[in-house]
C-alpha cells in the first residue's frame, strides 16, 4: 500500500498563490507517474495535472494552463502544484495520486482509473 499524504491547502484571495505538496513516505517515487486531481462541491472529479515519474513529462487541464506547474523532487518522494493567479472556481479538494510505472519512465496519465493509489485531499479556497 502506497500512502500520500498531502498539504499546503487553505484560503487564498483571488490573484494569490499557493503551493500543495504530496509525499509518499518510504517510497522510491521515481517508480511512480503521479497526478493532481480536484473536486469541486457538487461536482466530479476532474484532473488538474499530472507528471512522469521522470519529471520530464507534464499534463494539464485547459483550465488551469499558464496558471499551475506541477512538479516532484524524486530524492525527497514528493510532488508538487504550484498554483498561481487563483480563481473562485479553482476552490476544490485537491487529491494527489500515484501509479506505478517503469523506474523513470517518461509517460503519464491524466485519468482519474488509471491511479490505483490516491491521498486523502487537501482543501483550497479561494475567495472572491
Known amino acids: 500500500q502506497v500512502q500520500l499524504v498531502e498539504s499546503g491547502g487553505g484560503l487564498v484571495q483571488a490573484g494569490g498563490s499557493l503551493r500543495v505538496s504530496c509525499v509518499a513516505p518510504?517510497?522510491?517515487?521515481?517508480?511512480?507517474?503521479t497526478g493532481w486531481f480536484r473536486q469541486a462541491p457538487g461536482k466530479g472529479l476532474g484532473v488538474v495535472a499530472a507528471i512522469s515519474s521522470n519529471g520530464v513529462n507534464t499534463y494539464y487541464a485547459d483550465s488551469v494552463k499558464g496558471r499551475f506547474t506541477i512538479s516532484r523532487d524524486n530524492a525527497k518522494n514528493a510532488v508538487y502544484l504550484q498554483m498561481n493567479s487563483l480563481k473562485p472556481e479553482d476552490t476544490a479538494n485537491y487529491y494527489c495520486?500515484?501509479?506505478?510505472?517503469?523506474?523513470?519512465?517518461?509517460?503519464?496519465?491524466?485519468?482519474?482509473?488509471?491511479?490505483?493509489?490516491w491521498g486523502q485531499g487537501t482543501q483550497v479556497t479561494v475567495s472572491s
Open positions: 518510504g517510497r522510491t517515487f521515481s517508480r511512480y507517474a
Open positions: 495520486a500515484a501509479r506505478p510505472v517503469g523506474d523513470y519512465s517518461g509517460g503519464y496519465f491524466h485519468r482519474e482509473e488509471q491511479y490505483g493509489y
